[in-house]
């Protein structure tokens, strides 16, 4: 059975390149090469590292329902569905506030924020720990005995909307945005200005911003600059998600510039191989976690984050050591062998 998150990314790569050609119809620039190529990389090591422990977010989930939930919640009433979405964008809410208002959330949480674009692909990209921020939000509606079935299929509709929401061709929804989170809300959310920090934490619904005082709007005066203020300095995920856990216990370096890509046309068609060879590999350790032993699962996935790491450095116009490029091509030779016996 295919995974449905490898059935979802050709849809997400077709959105993404129609907001593309849309944007330059209009006149924007809305992507770059290496970010959006970081973007992607960044959403799967999520997916990466809930392979190598063998498990889905939606496992996660059963195995916590089953072994906590006090009643039994019903999937025949129209009412349960609809009380079940509210209830789990309340949850959602504080899941993404602890992502801003605590150190260890901003941790996980700051990969979501680090690209200085608004794409849909920013909204793909989340942290490799972020199966950690969402387990205990999970807990309220595994405690009520909601369905797995129910929980996936209100998950996923919910973090598809979520993730539609990062787009600059689309403001407003009309008088639904009293309601609904907007993309011109959300879009504050990603802000680096001052007065717009920790503000439209909204997943679905605005009305918990509303209520707890954390809804804002853009000033036209003030528009809004994306991003964090440490710029990113690669465009590797991996660095990227270790820096925060660096700048967490005070060892992360001095900021670094932003990234000037300096690669030549043939440099950078190397990169998208090498990006889209790593692709490859993390559709295949995602679609085969539950039958490849965990040494496997562990090997592939350092290559398949070294490779993508490799393919940002190519596009920004570094060259690695031979004898780490000699290592990494070993490895991923290994992998393949050892994944064709499994």
């Known amino acids: 059975m295919i995974d449905a998150n490898v059935l979802v990314m050709p849809a997400f790569v077709g959105l993404m390149a129609a907001e593309y050609a849309v944007g330059r119809a209009r006149g924007h620039q809305l992507y770059s090469l290496g970010g959006t190529l970081?973007?992607?990389?960044?959403?799967?090591?999520?997916?990466v590292g809930l392979a190598v422990l063998g498990t889905t977010t939606f496992a996660m989930y059963e195995a916590l329902r089953v072994h906590i939930a006090v009643t039994a919640f019903p999937m025949d009433q129209w009412w349960a569905w609809?009380?079940?979405?509210v209830l789990s964008d309340f949850c959602w809410y504080w899941r993404h506030r602890f992502g801003h208002d605590t150190s260890l959330g901003w941790a996980i949480h700051e990969v979501h924020h680090q690209s200085r674009e608004m794409n849909l692909a920013v909204g793909l990209r989340v942290s490799a720990f972020q199966w950690a921020q969402t387990a205990p939000f999970m807990l309220p509606m595994a405690l009520l005995g909601m369905p797995m079935p129910m929980f996936a299929a209100i998950f996923g509709v919910?973090?598809?909307?979520?993730?539609?929401?990062?787009?600059?061709?689309?403001?407003r929804f009309g008088p639904f945005g009293w309601l609904l989170t907007q993309p011109a809300d959300h879009r504050l959310h990603h802000a680096r200005n001052p007065r717009y920090l920790n503000k439209n934490f909204g997943h679905n619904l605005i009305i918990w911003d509303r209520l707890?005082?954390?809804?804002?709007v853009e000033d036209p005066a003030d528009p809004v600059v994306y991003g964090i203020e440490r710029p990113r300095a690669a465009w590797d995920p991996v660095r990227n998600n270790l820096e925060p856990w660096l700048d967490l216990v005070g060892r992360r370096a001095e900021p670094g510039e932003p990234i000037h890509a300096t690669a030549t046309p043939t440099h950078r068609a190397l990169g998208v191989a090498w990006f889209a060879v790593a692709l490859g590999s993390a559709a295949l350790l995602i679609q085969h976690h539950a039958t490849w032993p965990l040494a496997l699962r562990v090997a592939a996935a350092v290559w398949v984050l070294w490779t993508f790491g490799h393919a940002g450095r190519v596009i920004e116009g570094r060259a690695s050591p031979l004898w780490a490029e000699g290592s990494r091509v070993a490895l991923g030779a290994a992998v393949l062998f050892a994944a064709v016996g499994a």
């Not at 970081?38 to 997916?47: E, G, I, P, R, Y």
């Not at 919910?158 to 403001?171: I, K, N, R, S, W």
């Open 38 to 47: 970081d973007d992607v990389a960044s959403s799967l090591t999520h997916l």
């Open 158 to 171: 919910a973090h598809t909307y979520q993730t539609l929401l990062h787009t600059q061709l689309v403001d």
């Open 212 to 216: 707890f005082g954390t809804y804002a």
């Open 82 to 85: 609809v009380l079940g979405w």
